[in-house]
C-alpha cells in the first residue's frame, strides 16, 4: 500500500470555525490537464522535487507510504511498470509472465538487467526478496502482500512477538527455474496476479542485502533507472542517473533531489520563487478562488487519481470508545463533506460515498449509503441510539508537517455541531512519527488516512487495507464474510464476476465502518519555469521518464 502523506492538502488562511458557516455546496472531483504544456526538453541536467520523510528506511517490502515509495519508485526496477496515462501494466523485467489456470504462473525474465551494484538481476532475486518480505520474524510491513503465494502461511509468527521461529522459512510455492525463469503458485487461483506484480513489495533484491538489510536501508540498490546517491536526514535525498539501466522508462534526467519540507507552504513558495522544481501538493490557501492558477501561469496541472482519504478508528484494544458501529455511523453523517471541500479545496475533490476510487474498474457509487450522507438529525439520533459517546471529546489526529490541520479542525467542528460531543484535532510532529504510532497501535481515537493504489484494482482498495491481518490494517478490522468475498473473487477468472463480489464484499463495510470516506483526489501540481514534461501519474505521482529541463 501507499498511506499518503502529500494528497490531502488545506487551506492555512480559513479558521475552521468559518468553514462550516457556509452554505452546503456540491463537490467536483476536477479535471484538467495532466501534463505541462511544454514537452521535449534537454538530455541531461538536475531537478528538484518536494519530498517528505520517508516512515523507514528504504527497503522495498518494508516501505507501505508515499515519502519513502516515490523515491523507491525511481530506484527500482519489478517484474511490471505502470504506465503512467491509464496505470495499465506494461512488461519490465519480465519477458513474459504465463499461466493457463491462474494459480500457477512461470515468469521468464529479460537478460541484461543490472542492479546498481553491477550485479545482474536473475530470477533467484525475486524469490530470494519475496522470501525474505513472507517470513514473519523480518516484520516486513509489505509481507502481507506475499500472502497469496502458496506456503505464506508455514511462515507466520504465531504470535505478536514472535517468540517461536514460522514452521518454515521459505514460500513453497515459489521455484527458481534457471537464472532467467521462475514459478508462482498460489493458494488459490488469483485472477489479477500479474497485475500486482508492479508494486514495490515485489521489487528484486541484490544478493548483498541479505548480508545487512539494515544498513541496506540507508542506502538501497535498485534495478532502476536512478541510482541512491545519499540521504540527509530531515533534509534531501539524492539520486543519479544509473549509466547501465537497460530498461526503456528512462527519462532524461541526470540528477533527482528530493527536499524534506516541514511544510506544503513552503515548498510551495520556493516553487513560485525557481527555488524547486516540482510540487506535487499545492496549499489550501492556494487553491482558494484558483490563486495557484495566477501564482503559476501555464505551469500548473492537475487530474483524478486513484487516491482516497479516509478517517480510520483506533482498533478497540487501544480505544474501545468507538467500538460501536453506529458511534462510527453517526460521526460519519455528522460530516459536512461538501461544504469542507468547497470552502477549502475549491472543489477539486469529490465526496466519497463508499471506499474504492472512481478510477479503477468495478468502482460501485453509494456503496456507504446514508453513513456518508450529511444529515445532522439522523446523525444525532443515531448516536443516541447507540447510547451517546461515553469517551469525554473525541480526537482527531493528523501528522503536522503536512497541510491537514485546517480540514480536520473543520471536520471536528462538523461533528462537533452535529453531535453535541467535543471534538478536537490533534497534531503529531510529522509523518514518520504519526504513521509510527499508528503501526504500534498506540493511536487513539480518529485518525486521518489516505490510500494511494499501489496497482490498477478495486481489490486494491479492500484487501491490503481491510481484510484480517492485512498489513494495512490500521484498525485491526476483522469480518470473515468479507474475507470470504475477498477470497472467492480473487478466484474468478471473469472480471466482471470477480469485481461483483468485491463490490458485495465493499457493502459489508457500511454495516462495520471501519473508516469513513470522505473524499476522492484530485492531484494538482505545480513547477519552475526551469522544466518542462511535468507529468501527473494516474497514482498521483510524478513521472520522472518525461520530466526534463528545458532546452
Same mark, same amino acid.
Given at each position: 500500500?501507499?498511506?499518503?502523506?502529500?494528497? %490531502?492538502?488545506?487551506?492555512?488562511? &480559513?479558521?475552521?470555525?468559518?468553514?462550516?458557516?457556509?452554505?452546503?455546496?456540491?463537490?467536483?472531483?476536477?479535471?484538467?490537464?495532466?501534463?505541462?504544456?511544454?514537452?521535449?526538453?534537454?538530455?541531461?541536467?538536475?531537478?528538484? %522535487?518536494?519530498?517528505?520523510?520517508?516512515?523507514?528506511?528504504?527497503?522495498?517490502?518494508?516501505?507501505?507510504?508515499?515519502?519513502?515509495?516515490?523515491?523507491?519508485?525511481?530506484?527500482?526496477?519489478?517484474?511490471?511498470?505502470?504506465?503512467?496515462?491509464?496505470?495499465?501494466?506494461?512488461?519490465?523485467?519480465?519477458?513474459?509472465?504465463?499461466?493457463?489456470?491462474?494459480?500457477?504462473?512461470?515468469?521468464?525474465?529479460?537478460?541484461?538487467?543490472?542492479?546498481?551494484?553491477?550485479?545482474?538481476?536473475?530470477?533467484?532475486?525475486? %524469490?530470494?526478496?519475496?522470501?525474505?518480505?513472507?517470513?514473519? /520474524?523480518?516484520?516486513?510491513?509489505?509481507?502481507?502482500?506475499?500472502?497469496?503465494?502458496?506456503?505464506?502461511?508455514?511462515?507466520?509468527?504465531?504470535?505478536?512477538?514472535?517468540?517461536?521461529?514460522?514452521?518454515?522459512?521459505?514460500?513453497?510455492?515459489?521455484?527458481?527455474?534457471?537464472?532467467?525463469?521462475?514459478?508462482?503458485?498460489?493458494?488459490?487461483?488469483?485472477?489479477?496476479?500479474?497485475?500486482?506484480?508492479? !508494486?514495490?513489495?515485489?521489487?528484486?533484491?541484490?544478493?548483498?542485502?541479505?548480508?545487512?538489510?539494515?544498513?541496506?536501508?540507508?542506502?538501497? &540498490?535498485?534495478?532502476?533507472?536512478?541510482?541512491?546517491?545519499?540521504? #540527509?536526514?530531515?533534509?534531501?535525498?539524492?539520486?543519479s542517473k544509473f549509466a547501465d539501466y537497460s530498461g526503456k522508462f528512462g527519462g532524461k534526467l541526470d540528477a533527482i533531489t528530493f527536499k524534506i519540507y516541514q511544510d506544503?507552504?513552503?515548498?510551495?513558495?520556493?516553487?513560485?520563487? @525557481?527555488?524547486?522544481?516540482? *510540487?506535487?501538493?499545492? /496549499?489550501?490557501?492556494?487553491?482558494?478562488?484558483?490563486? !495557484?492558477?495566477?501564482?503559476?501561469?501555464?505551469?500548473?496541472?492537475?487530474?483524478?487519481?486513484?487516491?482516497?482519504?479516509?478517517?480510520?478508528?483506533?482498533?478497540?484494544?487501544?480505544?474501545?470508545?468507538?467500538?460501536? /458501529?453506529?458511534?462510527?455511523?453517526?460521526?460519519?453523517?455528522?460530516?459536512?463533506?461538501?461544504? &469542507?471541500?468547497?470552502?477549502?479545496?475549491?472543489?477539486?475533490?469529490?465526496?466519497?460515498?463508499?471506499?474504492?476510487?472512481?478510477?479503477?474498474?468495478?468502482?460501485?457509487? @453509494?456503496?456507504?449509503?446514508?453513513?456518508?450522507?450529511?444529515?445532522?438529525?439522523?446523525? =444525532?439520533?443515531?448516536?443516541?441510539?447507540?447510547?451517546?459517546?461515553?469517551?469525554?471529546?473525541?480526537?482527531?489526529? !493528523?501528522? #503536522?508537517?503536512?497541510?491537514h490541520k485546517p480540514w480536520t479542525e473543520a471536520t471536528c467542528n462538523s461533528i462537533k455541531g452535529a453531535l453535541g460531543v467535543d471534538c478536537v484535532a490533534t497534531p503529531v510532529v510529522d509523518f514518520a512519527t504519526f504513521r509510527s504510532q499508528i503501526a504500534d497501535k498506540k493511536m487513539?481515537?480518529?485518525?486521518?488516512?489516505?490510500?494511494?493504489?499501489?496497482?490498477?484494482?478495486?481489490? @486494491?482498495?479492500?484487501?491490503?487495507?481491510?481484510?484480517? +491481518?492485512?498489513?494495512?490494517?490500521?484498525?485491526?478490522?476483522?469480518?470473515?464474510?468479507?474475507?470470504?468475498?475477498?477470497?472467492?473473487?480473487?478466484?474468478?477468472?471473469?472480471?466482471?464476476?470477480?469485481?461483483? =463480489? $468485491?463490490?458485495?464484499?465493499?457493502?459489508?463495510?457500511?454495516?462495520?465502518?471501519?473508516? &469513513?470516506?470522505?473524499? $476522492?483526489? *484530485?492531484?494538482?501540481? +505545480?513547477?519552475?519555469?526551469?522544466?518542462?514534461?511535468?507529468?501527473?501519474?494516474?497514482?498521483? *505521482?510524478?513521472?520522472?521518464?518525461?520530466?526534463?529541463?528545458?532546452?
Amino acid at each position: 500500500m501507499r498511506g499518503i502523506t502529500r494528497t %490531502v492538502t488545506m487551506v492555512a488562511g &480559513i479558521s475552521a470555525a468559518a468553514l462550516l458557516a457556509a452554505a452546503c455546496g456540491g463537490g467536483d472531483s476536477g479535471s484538467g490537464n495532466n501534463a505541462s504544456g511544454g514537452g521535449g526538453g534537454k538530455t541531461g541536467g538536475a531537478v528538484t %522535487v518536494r519530498g517528505c520523510n520517508p516512515q523507514n528506511t528504504l527497503i522495498p517490502s518494508n516501505t507501505t507510504e508515499t515519502c519513502g515509495g516515490n523515491v523507491l519508485d525511481a530506484i527500482t526496477a519489478k517484474l511490471v511498470h505502470y504506465n503512467p496515462e491509464n496505470a495499465a501494466p506494461e512488461n519490465d523485467i519480465a519477458d513474459k509472465i504465463e499461466t493457463s489456470d491462474n494459480q500457477n504462473f512461470t515468469v521468464t525474465l529479460k537478460k541484461g538487467y543490472k542492479f546498481h551494484d553491477g550485479t545482474e538481476v536473475k530470477a533467484k532475486n525475486f %524469490v530470494d526478496a519475496w522470501n525474505y518480505a513472507a517470513y514473519g /520474524p523480518n516484520a516486513q510491513s509489505s509481507g502481507y502482500f506475499m500472502e497469496p503465494i502458496e506456503g505464506f502461511a508455514d511462515m507466520q509468527c504465531a504470535d505478536e512477538k514472535c517468540t517461536a521461529k514460522p514452521k518454515a522459512d521459505k514460500l513453497t510455492g515459489l521455484a527458481v527455474k534457471d537464472d532467467y525463469t521462475f514459478t508462482i503458485k498460489t493458494s488459490e487461483k488469483v485472477s489479477n496476479m500479474p497485475v500486482r506484480l508492479g !508494486y514495490s513489495a515485489f521489487s528484486p533484491l541484490p544478493d548483498s542485502f541479505f548480508s545487512d538489510p539494515k544498513a541496506f536501508g540507508e542506502k538501497p &540498490i535498485g534495478a532502476g533507472p536512478f541510482k541512491f546517491d545519499s540521504w #540527509a536526514k530531515n533534509s534531501e535525498i539524492k539520486l543519479s542517473k544509473f549509466a547501465d539501466y537497460s530498461g526503456k522508462f528512462g527519462g532524461k534526467l541526470d540528477a533527482i533531489t528530493f527536499k524534506i519540507y516541514q511544510d506544503d507552504g513552503a515548498a510551495y513558495n520556493d516553487v513560485i520563487a @525557481n527555488q524547486l522544481d516540482v *510540487t506535487d501538493s499545492i /496549499p489550501s490557501s492556494a487553491m482558494i478562488d484558483d490563486k !495557484y492558477k495566477t501564482d503559476l501561469p501555464d505551469r500548473n496541472a492537475q487530474r483524478a487519481v486513484g487516491v482516497i482519504q479516509t478517517i480510520t478508528f483506533a482498533p478497540v484494544k487501544t480505544d474501545p470508545n468507538y467500538a460501536d /458501529p453506529k458511534i462510527r455511523q453517526a460521526i460519519s453523517m455528522a460530516i459536512d463533506r461538501a461544504t &469542507i471541500i468547497k470552502q477549502i479545496f475549491n472543489n477539486t475533490r469529490q465526496p466519497a460515498t463508499g471506499w474504492v476510487s472512481p478510477v479503477v474498474d468495478g468502482y460501485k457509487a @453509494n456503496q456507504c449509503g446514508e453513513w456518508c450522507t450529511y444529515d445532522k438529525a439522523k446523525a =444525532k439520533a443515531k448516536l443516541d441510539e447507540a447510547g451517546g459517546f461515553k469517551g469525554g471529546k473525541m480526537t482527531l489526529s !493528523y501528522n #503536522a508537517d503536512a497541510d491537514h490541520k485546517p480540514w480536520t479542525e473543520a471536520t471536528c467542528n462538523s461533528i462537533k455541531g452535529a453531535l453535541g460531543v467535543d471534538c478536537v484535532a490533534t497534531p503529531v510532529v510529522d509523518f514518520a512519527t504519526f504513521r509510527s504510532q499508528i503501526a504500534d497501535k498506540k493511536m487513539k481515537g480518529m485518525f486521518r488516512t489516505g490510500w494511494q493504489m499501489d496497482y490498477p484494482s478495486i481489490e @486494491n482498495f479492500l484487501a491490503p487495507i481491510y481484510k484480517t +491481518g492485512a498489513s494495512s490494517n490500521d484498525g485491526d478490522y476483522s469480518n470473515p464474510e468479507f474475507d470470504k468475498l475477498l477470497n472467492e473473487a480473487a478466484a474468478e477468472s471473469d472480471a466482471a464476476a470477480a469485481n461483483a =463480489k $468485491y463490490q458485495q464484499a465493499e457493502a459489508l463495510l457500511a454495516n462495520d465502518m471501519p473508516s &469513513i470516506p470522505m473524499w $476522492y483526489s *484530485t492531484a494538482t501540481f +505545480g513547477w519552475s519555469d526551469k522544466v518542462t514534461g511535468v507529468k501527473i501519474t494516474a497514482f498521483g *505521482t510524478i513521472d520522472f521518464s518525461s520530466l526534463a529541463l528545458k532546452s
